[in-house]
């Protein structure tokens, strides 16, 4: 899906429809650069792309991802009678593998689905992973390697016609973890968890305008077929505004806890823009982010952004930690409001920069 000035153009496996290969690459209403009719046309293909790692907490490297969009005929006919972005996305199935230079590897499969139009939705996966990363749960940074595998399942059932949604969901992960110069352990966590989605959203991938705001509770524990008994709460309130014809805003606010018995490298941590993953745990963790996009036409957008996030451990001070940056976004597939870019994240002397596509949260 991605800017021929960045990555090669995604390559098609399967069948491809009587329009010429180019012609597939273009937007019948603008003749720009675009790829959704490549992607929403071949329904019997995917598409193959590589893609940049750029994370501050697993390294620099890449990977390699096959996805597949699935349209209904319902969907299908919609769009190409109005030819403009669906409003209810397709469905979409895919693998993805890769690494980075610090030894990190991965693979994995995904589908993230909704049926009996849009009245249920499921994402859900599983993925096979070495992960060396630096662990902070004792203060002083141990690399810390982790061999094992996740799967997670998560279910919204819409409420009548509502833009409210119930949840139901599950997730097992296991593995060997091993902390350089202290030892090694096994850990296996599993998880029930319930909740509410409040969803109004213009687009599933690129929203300009509506909120998506959940409240989730996980219940840890052995009856679940993992070893350790807890109880982790999350909620989150993503924002979209279009203020103009240039310029939108978009804010995210998350909240975390969890309860006793959870172990160190479970505890949740900041995750905004510019800060390496795990780096601050806490029992107890809140975040922000606002960004402002100007839109210098159809298809390009400059935005910056600003956020700030404390982890709190009972007895501990808690140390704010603010972060800004900037960068670009490309609508590369109008017919799926797919838009992508790249960020750069600044905190304290360290920068990350993110390969984007779709909203950043």
Do not use: C
């Not at 902070?136 to 949604?165: C, E």
């Not at 310029?247 to 806890?257: L, M």
């Amino acid at each position: 899906m991605l800017k021929k000035y960045v990555w090669s153009l995604a390559l098609l496996a399967g069948t491809v429809s009587a329009k010429s290969t180019w012609d597939q690459f273009r937007d019948p209403v603008d003749g720009k650069l675009d790829v959704s009719e490549w992607a929403l046309e071949n329904a019997h293909g995917f598409l193959l792309f590589p893609a940049l790692i750029t994370d501050p907490a697993i390294g620099n490297g890449g990977l390699l991802g096959a996805i597949f969009f699935h349209e209904t005929e319902e969907q299908k006919e919609e769009r190409r009678r109005t030819n403009t972005a669906t409003t209810i996305s397709p469905s979409v199935s895919g693998i993805v593998g890769g690494g980075t230079n610090n030894g990190t590897q991965f693979f994995g499969a995904f589908h993230s689905g909704n049926w009996l139009n849009d009245g249920i939705r499921y994402e859900g996966g599983i993925f096979q992973g070495l992960i060396n990363i630096d662990f902070y749960g004792a203060g002083d940074p141990v690399k810390m390697t982790a061999d094992g595998f996740l799967t997670q399942h998560d279910l919204d059932i819409r409420i009548a016609n509502s833009n409210w949604f119930v949840n139901g969901g599950y997730k097992l992960s296991g593995g060997d973890l091993n902390f350089e110069g202290v030892g090694k352990t096994e850990s296996r966590d599993a998880a029930f968890s319930y909740g509410l989605l409040y969803e109004s959203l213009d687009n599933q991938f690129s929203p300009n305008n509506g909120i998506k705001a959940r409240v989730k509770v996980s219940e840890h524990g052995s009856y679940a077929g993992g070893d350790h008994d807890f109880t982790r709460f999350n909620s989150y309130i993503n924002a979209y505004q279009t203020l103009s014809d240039k310029w939108r805003v978009s804010g995210r606010v998350v909240a975390t806890a969890v309860s006793e018995g959870a172990p160190a490298w479970e505890l949740p941590f900041i995750d905004i823009r510019g800060i390496p993953a795990m780096r601050y745990q806490g029992e107890q963790v809140a975040s922000a982010e606002v960004e402002l996009a100007y839109a210098l036409n159809k298809r390009w957008e400059l935005i910056g952004f600003t956020g700030a996030g404390s982890a709190y451990n009972q007895g501990q001070d808690s140390e704010l930690q603010t972060i800004y940056g900037g960068g670009f976004r490309h609508l590369i597939a109008r017919q799926l409001g797919l838009k992508w870019g790249i960020d750069i994240a600044q905190h304290k002397n360290d920068t990350a920069v993110y390969l984007q596509f779709g909203s950043a949260w």
